[in-house]
């Protein structure tokens, strides 16, 4: 267990709904990074957050945003969900001078 | 052309066999390299982490970097059923930043 925790596990959505999916970083990690995973792609980076600040976005739309509170848990944000979010979303947290970067086991988004 | 590539299989080696996994890459700024093993429907699992080139072993792991070549390794001696999963490797720029993934590589030990 890496002692990041993601949820929830599964969720179904419908096109054009709001979805937001939570993330706990293992203890003394103070940074969270978000993938998404495409069915038989390797992970995507979405976005990451140091401190409560985003430090870093990969090339997804505005419409996927995040947060990261003082205790350094995370949420990830879809608005306007299109078939295409359907997919596994990764967390992954790392400490500060650590660059080993630990998953938690995801949470399956289906969009309808 | 993808930034790091990695032949997706499927790989099926029998149980016993020396297993070996690879990846390319385009961009010569990576310094950090990564193999993860995932489960079906699990999240990655860090198996092996390497700065820079050069060789690291851990148990039945061997991880190779060649930085000139840009090409990485992973080597499963004595191969298990229960390494049968997907293996992505994982590149880094600098320390803590994002990690960018291969496609995977999804391989079968066959008792």
């Known amino acids: 267990e890496t002692g990041v925790t993601q949820s929830p596990t599964h969720l179904i959505k419908t096109r054009g709904q709001q979805v937001t999916l939570r993330c706990s970083s293992q203890?003394?990690?103070?940074?969270v990074s978000w993938y998404q995973q495409a069915l038989g792609q390797g992970p995507q980076f979405i976005f990451q957050y140091y401190r409560e600040e985003e430090n870093g976005r990969g090339n997804f739309p505005p419409r996927f945003s995040g947060l990261q509170f003082p205790n350094y848990s995370s949420e990830l944000n879809v608005n306007a969900l299109e078939l295409d979010d359907s997919a596994l979303y990764l967390c992954a947290s790392s400490g500060a001078g650590n660059t080993e970067a630990f998953f938690g086991q995801g949470t399956r988004l289906t969009v309808v | 052309q993808k930034e790091v590539e990695q032949d997706p299989g499927p790989l099926s080696v029998p149980e016993g066999a020396i297993v070996s996994l690879n990846c390319t890459y385009s961009n010569s700024a990576f310094q950090y390299f990564m193999w993860y093993r995932q489960y079906s429907r699990k999240g990655p699992e860090l198996l092996m982490y390497?700065?820079?080139?050069g060789n690291k072993e851990d148990g039945r792991f061997t991880a190779q970097v060649d930085k000139s070549s840009k090409y990485i390794s992973l080597f499963i001696r004595d191969s298990q059923p229960s390494d049968s999963a997907t293996y992505l490797c994982?590149?880094?720029?600098?320390?803590?930043?994002?990690?960018?993934f291969g496609t995977g590589t999804r391989l079968t030990i066959i008792p």
């Open positions: 390497t700065y820079s080139s």
């Open positions: 203890s003394g990690h103070n940074t």
């Open positions: 994982a590149m880094m720029l600098g320390g803590n930043e994002k990690l960018t």
